[in-house]
């Protein structure tokens, strides 16, 4: 009977040696090889990718180098910056910009990889004609850029004087020899210079101008005439005051409103078909609508 019993203790604790043993050699032959095998597959798929990110930029980048390559001013420092500064003459000329001028800075070489130039531009003209400068200017095919723009307004907002400072590159090893590129480029929202006419439209510098009239237009007092009121308003930001009886049309920029009636503290004013009331010392802008039938 007890011979039984050792002989069923060595069976068990065989089994378990033979249950951790198999573990072991699971692990160690089979999971350990197959984990590593696993994680090399990673690593590899990581440098699969790393690499192919590169080409991508790669590719993008000859690609982008390509596209600067035709807008880029010709190799020749010397003639680069006469054609481009010819060039901005004639835009000036052709927006029909006043006191226009134009002066050229020495070029700069950065190490061999681009040519650096600055050009500075000055005259004297209305928002429409700055409006239409910018607009060739970013349609232009040329590797250049505006750093500043400073802008003096003169004759109520109507004029500026006009100061910009602009940079253009060359590249080394351009093909095209004696001449700007010629390409048309898509910087713009839109390539239609009448969808930008709204610049010009909200010319807050203009006094009671632009769309902007409602918030600078403030209704100020109210006077007597022979017995009949007059309603005055400060148009914009120059201060210009006018002065206006019933059915006149007091004209902000854009906005046209007929004044429909005067009391001693406020006014009423028919805009755009509908009829607004306006008390002293409110801008345009803050007018109460009226309901529909007043």
Not at 166 to 192: F, H, M, N, T, W
């Amino acid at each position: 009977m007890l011979a039984n019993r050792k002989y069923i203790l060595y069976a068990i604790l065989a089994a378990m040696l033979l249950c951790y043993g198999g573990d072991w050699l699971l692990r160690i032959g089979i999971r350990g090889p197959l984990g590593r095998a696993e994680e090399h597959s990673r690593q590899l798929r990581k440098r699969i990718l790393a690499r192919k990110a590169l080409l991508k930029a790669i590719r993008q980048e000859k690609e982008q180098l390509a596209v600067w390559e035709t807008q880029s001013l010709p190799a020749d420092p010397l003639l680069a910056r006469s054609l481009y500064q010819a060039w901005l003459v004639q835009l000036l000329e052709h927006v029909g910009m006043d006191k226009a001028n134009v002066d050229a800075g020495q070029p700069t070489n950065y190490r061999g990889l681009y040519e650096l130039f600055s050009f500075s531009v000055r005259g004297q003209g209305s928002l429409e004609q700055l409006t239409q400068l910018l607009f060739e200017f970013y349609r232009a095919g040329h590797l250049h850029q505006i750093r500043s723009l400073e802008l003096t307004p003169s004759l109520g907002g109507q004029q500026f004087g006009i100061a910009i400072q602009i940079e253009a590159l060359a590249l080394p090893y351009i093909k095209r020899v004696g001449e700007l590129g010629q390409a048309k480029v898509e910087r713009l929202a839109s390539d239609k210079l009448a969808d930008y006419a709204v610049i010009a439209q909200r010319n807050v510098f203009a006094g009671g101008g632009g769309a902007d009239a409602l918030d600078y237009t403030r209704f100020t007092a109210v006077t007597y005439a022979q017995g009949r009121p007059q309603a005055w308003f400060n148009l914009g930001l120059h201060g210009e005051t006018v002065q206006k009886g019933v059915g006149e049309v007091l004209e902000a920029g854009p906005v046209r409103g007929t004044i429909l009636e005067i009391d001693d503290q406020d006014v009423i004013l028919n805009i755009d078909g509908e009829h607004r009331l306006l008390a002293i010392g409110e801008m345009l802008s803050q007018a109460s609508a009226l309901p529909p039938g007043w």
